[in-house]
Every structure is written in C-alpha cells, then in structure tokens.
C-alpha cells in the first residue's frame, strides 16, 4: 500500500534552517510528483511547492522562493524540503503529498512534521 | 496567487444536505477542470474527497459530490452524518505547476 512517512518534529531558532523528509513506498516512486504543503496553527493549507520524482524539476510558491529548496533522491525513494531563514511565522505543520498522475489531485499525504520556530 | 474564497464555516444537522462553495479566477478554478476537495479532522492530514471537479475516489461515500460553474466550484454532502463534522478544502490547479487552496470551511453538523 502507498505510504508516504514523513521526519519527526523539529525545533530550531530564527535564521535557522530546517530540513523535513517524506520516504514514499508501495508504488514506483518515480512516476509520480510532490507538493509540500504547510498549515500554521489553525491556520488553512498554503501550497510550497512542486517536485517531479523523475527529474527533479520545482517550481516554488512565491512566498517561500528564495528560501526553499525542494529535491529528490530516487536510491531511498525520499523527497526532502529544506527551508531557509527560519522566521516565528513559519511555524507550522509542514505536510508532503503525492501528485496523482495525469491531474493535480494529491491522493496520499504524510502524516505531517510541525517544525516549531521560537527564540 | 491569493486563496480561493470559501465560507468559513457552515453547518447542518444530521441527514440534511450542505454545500461548500469555493471561488477564483479564470486563472485557477475558471480556467482548468482540475479541482479537487479535501477533508480533514483536527491533528490530521487532510483525505482526498473529490477530484476533477466530481470525481470520487474509491472509498469516498456517494453523498460527497462537486460541480463547477464559472469560477466557482462546489462540495455537496448528502445525508449528513457526525463524521462528516470536519474541515474542508478546495484545492485547482493554476497553471505551470501551481495549485492553490482555498481558504477552509469549517462544517458543523449540529
């Protein structure tokens, strides 16, 4: 069964930076596509960004452009999210989704990792 | 990209009907068939309902429905049930690799 099991919590200061991993299983990882998603404290869902498993292309949400970097490793089957500069309003739930093929629907999520930015 | 506007909450009561609205542009929900809706419980990740403005995957129950019309796309539940009491989401693609989310609508079933 396709399982995406994302990195445990983190906390890190302003500036820092932080990276979250999302290690896919149960389908052909390289056929498929990401979103990262984050959603602050009660706050809705805000679209990061986009990676092709296959060849690594991104594109990236305005907001965190400069700041995000989103890549690949197709030996562990993992995507990783590594944001920079970490500021007290990126805290938040950051979630990876799978791209379903041919449309835009996000069929499997992870279970979510809160990175939390305090002094 | 600004979100796509939904109502902040709604709420029915067990058995009764809702529906969800979600509105943009030309640029993402007017412009492409590719809406998708999204339930989630609190401490949750979210669960694909619908895609392709009225496809179900498999799993979802027939009294979750979508439809679109102009720039606006809309969730409809059917015979609501205490389980249904979550939030909700819609998500288009905008072009280029891009989606966008709406705001959140908190569906109470009273």
């Known amino acids: 069964q396709v399982q995406l099991v994302q990195s445990g919590a983190e906390v890190k200061k302003p500036g820092a930076s932080v990276m979250v991993s999302c290690k896919a299983s149960?389908?052909?990882?390289?056929?498929?596509?990401f979103i990262w998603v984050r959603q602050a404290p009660g706050q809705g869902l805000e679209w990061m960004g986009w990676?092709?498993?296959?060849?690594?292309?991104?594109n990236y949400a305005q907001k965190v452009q400069g700041r995000v970097t989103m890549t690949i490793d197709t030996s562990t089957s993992t995507a990783y999210m590594e944001l920079r500069s970490l500021r007290s309003n990126d805290t938040a739930v950051y979630y990876c989704a799978r791209v379903a093929v041919g449309g835009w629907q996000l069929d499997y999520w992870g279970q979510g990792t809160l990175v939390t930015v305090s002094s | 990209q600004s979100a796509l506007t939904q109502p902040r909450s709604v709420s029915g009561s067990p058995g009764q009907s809702v529906t969800i609205s979600c509105t943009g542009t030309?640029?993402?929900?007017?412009?492409?068939?590719?809406v998708s809706w999204y339930q989630q419980h609190p401490d949750k990740a979210p669960k694909l309902m619908i895609y392709d403005v009225r496809k179900r995957p498999s799993g979802v129950p027939a009294r979750f429905s979508g439809s679109k019309s102009g720039n606006t796309a809309s969730l409809t539940i059917s015979g609501l049930q205490s389980e249904d009491d979550a939030d909700y989401y819609c998500c288009s693609f905008a072009g280029t690799y891009t989606v966008v989310f709406g705001e959140g609508t908190k569906l109470t079933v009273l």
């Open positions: 990676i092709s498993a296959n060849s690594g292309k991104t």
């Open positions: 149960g389908y052909t990882f390289t056929s498929y596509a």
């Open positions: 030309n640029s993402d929900v007017g412009g492409y068939d590719s």
